[in-house]
C-alpha cells in the first residue's frame, strides 16, 4: 500500500483544486486564529490556565473509572438513565429503541460529532424516524447531504452564495445572500421542528462528575429548544468528557470557547442536571444520557492515551497548514484535521491510520492546542506503528538503511558527499527542477535549491573542527 492511498490522493486533488473550498478555508481560519489570540491576549496568565486545563484532563484520563462512576451515580440520583454504550452499535440500538418505544417519528437534534461517529442519523431514519439537525451549519450540510467538515464550524467550506442556493432549493427562499435573511428562513424553518419533535438529542461538552451536570457549550439558541422543549432528552457522551468538579468545567469552558472561536464564552452555556422536577416549568420528562466508548478505552494507559485529552475546540485545524489547504472532507473521516488523525484510527482500530501522513509536523497544532497535547509525536507514533503496513517494501528498506548509517558518521559523511555530488549534477542554474525517485514528490510541485559549496562539514573541517 502506498501513502496516501490512491483514494486519499484523490480527495486531497480535490480539495486543492477548488478555489471556491480554498477561499472559504482561508477567510474562516484566518479570522478564527486572529479571534483567538485577541482573547488569550485578554486572559489573565492565559499560559498558567492552559497548564491548569491540560492538568485536569490528564488527572482526569489518569481516574477515567472513578469519575465516570461518579458521574453515572449523580445522574442517576438526579433522575436521568445512564446507558453504557460500549460501540457505536450499542449507542444506536439504545437510541432506536428507545425512540421506537416512544413512537417518536421526529427528533430534533442539537450539534453532536459522536452522532456524527456513530452513525446515529442514518440509523434513525432507515426506521423511518426524520430527524432533523438544528445547529445552523449542521442545518446547511444537512441539506446539503454532506458531512461536517470541521469539528466546530461543520460549514466552513461554504460561502454565503452556497447556503443561499441551498435555502432557494429547499426552503423556498426569495433569492438573497443577506445573512439576517438566511438566518431568518432557517429559524422558521426549524422553529415548528422544535414544537413538534418528541425527542430531542445534543451532544456534551462536559459532564461535571460530582454533580451529574451535563454542560452544553452553544452560540445559538438551538440547544436549549432541544434540550427542554421535547419530553425526551436524549445526550450523547464520549466517556472522556467527564471531569471532576465545577472548578475544574470552568477552567476548561475559559480555554474551550477561546480556542474554538476566540469568544470569552459561548453566547449560550447550559448546565442541565437531571430531568424536569415537579413544579418546574420546563425541561424534559425524561433524560437519557448514553456514554459511549467506541474504542477510547482500548487505549488508556498507552502512549496515545494523551489524545483523549482533547476538547474538541477545533483549533489545531484552524493552525494546521494542511488542514487549511486540502478541507476537512478531504480527511474521508469524521474528526479531520491534526486531532482527527489521531482520533480516527484510535476509534477505528487502525483504519485511517494513513491520516497521520497528512501533516508537515511543524508544531502549529501543539503550540495552539489549549491543552498542549503532543500531537507531532502522537502522529508519529501512529506512523511508527503502521509502518510495516503502510509503507511500501522500498521505502521500509531505505528507512533500514538510514537508520544503520545514520549511526555511523564516518558513512554519513560518505553517504552525503555522493548524495549532493548527485544533487549538483541533476541541477540547472543552481535549483533541482526535477528529482529521481522518491524527490519526484517533492520537486514535482516545487523546486529544491541544489546544494552547495562549501557544505557545512567541509566548511567546519576548514575551521579545524572535528567531527560534526
Known sequence: ???????FRARIRQGLSDAVLQEALQRATRSFQISREKAFADLPDAEAVRDRARAIRAHTIAHLDRYLEQFAREVERHGGKVFWAATAQEACDYILGLARARGISLVAKSKSMVSEEIGLNAALEAAGIRVVETDLGEFIIQLAGERPSHIITPAIHKRREDVSQLFQKHLGMPPTDEIPAMTAAARQALRQVFLDARMGISGVNFGIAETGT???VTNEGNGRMVTTLPPIHVALMGIERVVPTWEDAEILLRVLARSATGQALTAYTSFLTGPRRPKEPDGPEELHVVLVDNGRSRWLGTPLEEALYCIRCGACLNACP????IGGHAYGSVYPGPIGSIVTPMLGEGAGAELAYASSLC????????VRIAIPDLLIRWRQMEASRLLPAWERAALWAYARIARHP????????WAMALL???GRGGWLRWGPGPLRAWTAIRDLPVPQRPAFREWWASRGGGVP
Not at 494542511?322 to 489547504?325: C, G, N
Not at 564516518?410 to 558527499?417: D, I, M, N, P, S
Open 363 to 370: 508544531g502549529a497544532c501543539q503550540e495552539i492546542c489549549p
Open 214 to 216: 451535563l454542560v452544553l
Open 1 to 7: 500500500m502506498s501513502v496516501p492511498s490512491p483514494a
Open 410 to 417: 564516518a558513512a554519513w559523511a560518505r553517504l552525503g558527499r
Open 322 to 325: 494542511v488542514y487549511q489547504a
Open 424 to 426: 549538483r549534477r541533476l
